[in-house]
């Protein structure tokens, strides 16, 4: 008996004469050799590692059996959307294969593995801070891993909240509310400061407040990146 593969093909030849089953776990497929005792077979097989065995019979008597071991590579995704959701998450839909799942990364972390419905979509949000992500989409089957897709998202920061301003001395006081690590830049005329925001979310900062008069302040919050 001998037998050789590409991806779910098999062909081969037995002695003319003989029969030939191919199984896969507890499911055999029946195969009818030629004359020459030549044969080939397509078996549907998913994405995956998956281990064949050919056995070739004279009569019920089984003569000879050979293992194969396939593994077939995952397609990789198709039809992505990735659709900001509110500053902190992004919504990602695809396309994949029924029997594998949808792996989702940033860099080298893992925001999620989904699996798809029966028609191979997936819909899933994935929570991101603020700035630019370098997201990357795989088909995974088993322990075997489509090549990636790439695609770049960019969330835009909470804006600044609950601001208020205190005149200590000659200076003014400003604080408020801005999405935790930011950076606030802030404005009056042509004096200008920085603060960035706690982990508690709130930031403080001070402008002089000479020479007297009034002054308008501006607002802007930024994330490294943006």
């Known amino acids: 008996l001998r037998i050789a593969h590409v991806a779910a093909q098999r ?3 037995v002695a003319p004469g003989m029969r030939l089953e191919l199984a896969r776990g507890s499911q055999i497929v029946p195969v009818s050799p030629g004359a020459d005792g030549s044969f080939q077979v397509e078996v549907d097989l998913g994405p995956g590692r998956h281990e064949l065995r050919a056995t070739a019979l004279r009569g019920t008597e089984a003569s000879t059996a050979v293992t194969a071991a396939v593994a077939l590579i995952p397609g990789v995704p198709t039809q992505i959307e990735t659709t900001p959701v509110g ?23 893992v925001l999620t593995r989904r699996t798809p419905d029966p028609s191979g979509k ?31 998202v960019a969330l ?44 508690d979310g709130r930031f403080a900062a001070e402008l002089d407040a000479k020479p ?11 994330v490294a990146g943006m």
């Open 87 to 109: 500053t902190r998450a992004i919504r990602v839909d695809a396309l994949v294969a029924p029997s594998t799942t949808l792996e989702v990364r940033d860099g080298d972390k």
């Open 122 to 152: 997936v819909s899933v949000e994935v929570d991101l801070p603020p700035g630019r992500h370098a997201l990357t989409l795989a088909s995974v089957g088993g322990d075997l891993v489509s090549p990636a897709v790439a695609r770049d």
């Open 11 to 13: 062909w081969g030849q």
């Open 212 to 222: 007297p008069g009034k002054r308008t302040l501006s607002f802007l919050v930024s």
């Open 156 to 199: 835009r920061p909470d804006p600044v909240d609950d601001v208020q301003v205190t005149v200590q001395g000659a200076r003014f006081k400003v604080t408020g509310r801005a999405l935790p690590g930011s950076e606030v830049k802030m404005s009056a005329g042509q004096l200008s400061a920085r603060a960035t925001v706690g982990q």
